[in-house]
């Protein structure tokens, strides 16, 4: 069990540019997390995933952002055209939810954004 | 939408010295989870509750899941250095499988 991992650790990008985020999942972990956490503050939920189905989706998550996990296991999330409000750190959390089990999600290192 | 409310916001302690954070909300949650975050780095998992009066400790962390579902407390018995960081409490609501996160409790601890 290698836990969650997140890539790029950190990332500044320039106002108007694409960035993509990687988060791989502890393995056999079916449900894959989006939070967004600014300074200060805790985590805000973004977005889900059950296997490679979207489930649900914050209203912090503007048609600027989108989330993918194409094959249920790492996922991708992307911001278009960056604006400053969007610096923040991106964490992803995994959990595997089954009938009678209690989920438990487990948290990355984290993404952390500065948009300039 | 939920809010939890978490306190305090900030604790200046002795080593040695036991704490106790709380928090509530407005709503009832079905789990209860606290985390540990220290800085430029994810929350970790310290313990988690999935009962209503459930009491669970985790070497000296001790944590309940509030009678009402509306509330937990963490306490820290003898804290050390590397007790320092932000600690948060997180609910998930009812019918939701999300968390919704407290505004965390900053622990400084003086040698």
């Known amino acids: 069990d290698t836990g969650v991992s997140q890539n790029p650790r950190h990332k500044i990008t320039k106002r108007g540019q694409n960035v993509t985020f990687r988060c791989d999942p502890i393995?056999?972990?079916?449900?894959l997390y989006w939070y967004r956490q600014t300074l200060g503050q805790g985590p805000e939920f973004l977005t889900y995933?059950?296997?490679?189905?979207?489930?649900?989706k914050s209203r912090l998550l503007s048609d600027r952002f989108s989330a993918e996990r194409p094959k249920g296991s790492f996922s991708t999330l992307e911001i278009q055209r960056t604006e400053q409000g969007d610096s923040a750190m991106y964490l992803c959390?995994?959990?595997?939810?089954?009938?009678?089990?209690?989920?438990?999600?487990?948290f990355g290192p984290g993404t952390r954004l500065l948009v300039l | 939408g939920q809010q939890l409310n978490q306190s305090p916001q900030s604790m200046f302690i002795q080593e040695g010295e036991d704490v106790s954070m709380n928090c509530t909300s407005s709503?009832?949650?079905?789990?209860w989870l606290w985390y540990k975050q220290d800085p430029g780095e994810g929350p970790v998992l310290l313990i988690a509750l999935y009962k209503a009066g459930e009491l669970t400790s985790n070497g000296r962390l001790t944590a309940q899941f509030g009678i009402t579902r509306k509330d937990s407390f963490l306490n820290i018995s003898a804290s050390i250095p590397s007790d320092v960081g932000i600690y948060f409490c997180a609910g998930q609501p009812q019918g939701a499988q999300k968390l919704v996160f407290g505004q965390g409790t900053r622990l400084t601890i003086n040698p």
């Open positions: 709503s009832i949650f079905n789990t």
């Open positions: 959390a995994s959990s595997l939810a089954r009938r009678l089990t209690r989920e438990t999600q487990y």
């Open positions: 995933f059950q296997n490679e189905a979207q489930l649900e």
């Open positions: 393995s056999e972990h079916n449900r």
